[in-house]
């Protein structure tokens, strides 16, 4: 075989447009046969493919952000409670909101970033229930107020309407 004889026509190997199939023979221009560069197709690079796509979502999801914004939202929930007047309405609910968000805080400082989140989303809650207590109490301690200022104005038109 010399240098400038291509590969195709080696002995043994068939002309490159004989071998192509029927459909291939009608473009003319495309070099068919074993000394034509081969393309990869998706079939050979779907699975390097898969497992890159696989190995870059893991990563991104391996690692989450330290809880700041959950101690920042729990603290603000106690506030909320507190400005609520929930020391007098639910006092039990925010003690344990109180804890809760000492402990997420103690837990962040130690680096325990799992247990300070799931701290933090429980002494919000804690905090969230304090205030809708609070809230219910205000609601309906003002209805009992109406509700006996109606009885009252009702009481008065009685005993004016009478001779």
């Excluded at 075989?1 to 080696?10: N, R």
């Excluded at 998706?42 to 390097?48: E, G, L, S």
């Excluded at 898969?50 to 603000?76: D, I, K, R």
């Amino acid at each position: 075989m010399s240098m400038l004889q291509p590969l195709w026509m080696t002995p043994g190997r068939a002309a490159p447009v004989a071998s192509a199939p029927a459909a291939l023979r009608q473009w003319p221009g495309l070099k068919h046969g074993p000394a034509s560069p081969m393309r990869p197709s998706f079939a050979q690079i779907r699975f390097p493919l898969l497992a890159a796509v696989l190995a870059s979502a893991l990563c991104g999801c391996a690692s989450l952000p330290p809880p700041t914004a959950e101690l920042s939202a729990a603290n603000q929930a106690v506030s909320r409670a507190e400005n609520a007047d929930a020391d007098q309405y639910s006092p039990q609910e925010l003690a344990a909101a109180r804890s809760g968000l000492t402990r997420a805080q103690s837990a962040m400082s130690s680096g325990d970033e799992d247990d300070a989140r799931q701290l933090a989303l429980s002494a919000a809650a804690d905090a969230d229930l304090a205030y809708a207590r609070s809230r219910e109490a205000l609601a309906t301690a003002e209805l009992n107020q109406r509700r006996a200022e109606v009885d009252e104005l009702r009481r008065r038109l009685q005993t004016e309407g009478q001779p």
